[in-house]
């Protein structure tokens, strides 16, 4: 018995050995590498490269090296109380050729009494990595009647729509959901409690007018009569920043026109705010005629001529992007449009003729 008492201790002290080297090589591990021992503990990260929590979004790092060099995240969408840089300043001047002698810090400061000054550039919250926003850049091309896009479109977190889009009587088509309306003071109407006000400033007396028709009503007439006053919530209204006129016009439609197009501006500021976007109602209907889908009008294409936006060339942009898998444009005819990102479209992207 003896011989097995002996054994038994010899066990018992082999085993506190063990376990003591073992219990100091962990506190040793967790001293060197503690995100290692602790990484089993903490609440699981985003997916390996992923910006949001779409199954793809905008910002992903990888898929399109075109898009990328274009892409500026840091990019402030919103003019926000205070000075314009005075290079910026200068271009956006001579957009309609406005004179240099016009006073900006007076505009912007009265402006801002009538107005808020933005919380962030974009007017929204920091996104969290866990969220998914789509949003639908709505445009007004006759190409979208009879499409049967508006429930698709209304599915979307937020709806962008432009100038004097109607969608009364037209939401089986176009929807009637608007999270933001772009316009400028020829191109006003009045908007619903909720909606968003993006003001597109092609001179100064835009800023003037907006600060007028959302309290004395006072200017009347910019080139042309505009409405003295507008409907609309004075927390919920923004001015696109000039700064971000003249990115666009320099990472995207690279000099071709004056300036962009209220609809370019509209899909490249969809692409600084949401994770995914789909973009309806732009270009020709399957005739070629451009006319808005609720009227028909004859000088409609008549833009194509002014040399003020280039349209095949930002036609062209347009396509690109679906084709790179940044958007998804969505054709006049169901089952043409584009899925986004798919691995043929990463692996060989279809190109057209923009570099």
Not at 36 to 48: G, I, N, R, W
Not at 69 to 97: K, V
Request: glycine residues 8%; charged residues 20%; hydrophobic residues 40%.
């Amino acid at each position: 018995m003896q011989w097995k008492n002996k054994i038994f201790l010899f066990v018992v002290l082999c085993g506190g050995l063990i376990f003591t080297l073992v219990a100091h090589s962990m506190q040793k591990d967790r001293a060197v590498f503690p995100r290692l021992v602790e990484a089993d503990t903490q609440a699981p990260t985003s997916k390996t490269g992923a910006t949001c929590g779409c199954a793809t979004c905008v910002t992903d790092p990888g898929w399109s090296g075109w898009f990328n060099q274009r892409f500026d995240s840091q990019q402030q969408l919103y003019l926000r109380d205070g000075r314009i840089p005075p290079d910026i300043l200068q271009w956006w001047l001579a957009l309609q050729f406005t004179k240099d002698e016009v006073d900006m810090d007076d505009i912007i400061r009265k402006l801002f009494k009538v107005i808020s000054t933005p919380l962030s550039s974009n007017g929204l919250q920091p996104p969290h990595w866990t969220q998914c926003r789509r949003c639908a850049v709505v445009g007004n091309s006759a190409n979208l009647q009879a499409s049967q896009y508006g429930q698709l479109i209304d599915s979307h977190d937020f709806v962008i729509r432009m100038n004097t889009a109607e969608t009364r009587g037209y939401e089986r088509d176009v929807g009637g959901k608007t999270t933001h309306h772009f316009m400028y003071p020829e191109s006003a109407v009045d908007l619903k409690a909720g909606v968003h006000l993006v003001l597109l400033p092609f001179k100064p007396l835009d800023l003037q007018w907006l600060a007028s028709a959302l309290s004395t009503g006072n200017i009347k007439r910019t080139y042309m009569r505009v409405k003295d006053r507008i409907w609309a919530d004075k927390d919920k209204v923004f001015v696109l920043n000039p700064a971000f006129f003249k990115y666009v016009h320099i990472n995207w439609t690279q000099y071709h026109g004056r300036y962009p197009s209220t609809g370019m501006l509209a899909i490249i500021f969809a692409l600084h705010t949401c994770d995914q976007v789909s973009v309806f109602g732009y270009g020709a209907d399957p005739n070629g005629n451009w006319n808005h889908y609720w009227e028909y009008n004859r000088f409609a294409g008549a833009f194509r001529k002014t040399g003020v936006h280039n349209a095949d060339f930002e036609t062209a942009l347009i396509k690109r992007l679906d084709e790179e898998g940044i958007i998804k444009l969505h054709s006049s005819r169901a089952g043409m449009q584009h899925t986004n990102r798919t691995t043929s479209e990463k692996a060989n992207p279809a190109k057209v003729f923009l570099g």
